[in-house]
């Protein structure tokens, strides 16, 4: 990826980081005209480090690239300020087209995405359940979903055990359904997990 981007920014600079505390430090110390930002990193999650970025720098462009499908994130982060949503598996000219976009202050959204807006935006307020979730609520749903119990979730998030009771009991309520099985189920069905 860097190096289809150095070789149509010729003149750009380019910083990588290993996780989220040293993306956020690298962005906190120096001026970018563009983050490119991947939802899945060890630490913290990158709808965490969208929202610090935003609270930040607001008016820094964030392009996230992710290798998950748009129905799980591109709603959710292109609501917290991303300036488009993009999957790993789009063409390299797409992402040059994005960046170019972002850089110009628009906003990039792919073809099918931008249908997968439409209809959102037509539903008349029919949204997925998963969309009434917070983020923590739906980082929680998505590890419950992928196996894990309560206490090796609040393990990984550095929360208590009756926190990730709470979170649960709020998920099940606000997506109307009665156990982890249910939420698994439905996590699957919608490509919310791996």
Known sequence: MKQILADEFQKATFGEARNAQEALNKIWKENWDVVVLD???????????????????????????????EGQFAVRVLKRGASGYMTKESAPEELVGAIK???????????SLAEKLATYLSADGQKPPQEKLSDREFQVLRLIASGKIVSEIAKELSLSVKTISTYRSRILEKMGMKNNAELMH?????????
Do not use: C, D, N
């Not at 965490?48 to 690239?65: F, G, Q």
């Not at 439905?186 to 791996?194: P, T």
């Open 39 to 69: 939802i899945t990193m060890p630490g913290r999650s990158g709808l965490e480090v969208l929202r610090e970025i935003k609270k930040t720098k607001p008016k820094l462009p964030v392009l996230v690239l992710s290798m998950h499908p």
């Open 101 to 111: 976009k972002v850089l110009a202050g628009g906003r990039y959204v792919s073809t």
């Open 186 to 194: 439905y996590a699957m069905q919608h490509q919310l997990v791996e």
